[in-house]
């Protein structure tokens, strides 16, 4: 199943953020994958259960990313 990423202004006072879901691996990979993407992006973030977020809109940076990681990207 492909990775879904999307921009989300719901909830966070009109501040976006980039949220990437439906990651299938364990937390240890997704934080490593978090720490890549915050330091490509240049942005803060965290990551919760199978999701990360990246402060602000990055979508098409972190599609780019994903893609030449090697993930497949919805």
Not at 14 to 32: A, F, L, R, W, Y
Not at 37 to 66: N, P
């Amino acid at each position: 199943m492909a990775i879904k990423i999307r921009k989300e202004t719901g909830g966070r006072r009109g501040k976006t953020v980039t949220m990437i879901s439906n990651i299938k691996h364990n937390p240890q990979v997704i934080e490593d994958l978090e720490k890549k993407l915050k330091k490509h992006c240049g942005a803060g973030g965290t990551s919760y259960a199978k999701t990360i977020e990246i402060q602000g809109d990055h979508v098409d940076k972190v599609r780019k990313f994903l893609e030449k990681e090697g993930f497949s990207v919805n």
